[in-house]
């Protein structure tokens, strides 16, 4: 079993960056697939970006995609959200997401794949 905890948000103004981080404990962080996930108020949780176990593969939704970059650092059991030229429609609540994988290559894109997600950073950007 593995706890995640967010931290880094805030509120920025448009074309701003900032960089959120997941902590993982328990279990090492090197034996899951993680990814990033927002959701807006009244909206549904949405795929932002997604790492596999050992990093060899990323996968990024198409409104991120350029502007925000996944990494982790399994020494550390973190994962990263780089987010740059941040927008408006980025504001929402950003949680870390984390499943069991036994493959190197795995990467989770959809949140019925996640079993274990964190308690969110709030992310304004102001315009």
């Known amino acids: 079993q593995v706890q995640l905890v967010e931290s880094g948000g805030g509120l920025v103004q448009a074309g701003g960056s900032l960089r959120l981080s997941c902590a993982a404990s328990?279990?090492?962080?090197?034996?899951?697939?993680m990814g990033w996930f927002r959701q807006a108020p009244g909206k549904e949780r949405d795929f932002v970006a997604a790492?596999?176990?050992?990093?060899?593969?990323?996968d990024y939704a198409a409104s991120v995609k350029g502007r925000f970059t996944i990494s982790r650092d399994n020494a550390k059991n973190t994962m990263y959200l780089q987010m740059n030229s941040l927008k408006p429609e980025d504001t929402a609540v950003y949680y870390c997401?984390?499943?069991?994988?036994?493959?190197?290559?795995?990467?989770?894109?959809?949140?019925?794949?996640?079993?274990?997600w964190g308690q969110g950073a709030q992310v304004t950007v102001s315009s």
């Open positions: 997401a984390a499943a069991p994988s036994t493959n190197l290559f795995d990467i989770l894109t959809t949140p019925d794949q996640y079993g274990y």
């Open positions: 328990g279990r090492t962080s090197s034996s899951y697939a």
């Open positions: 790492i596999s176990r050992t990093a060899l593969r990323t």
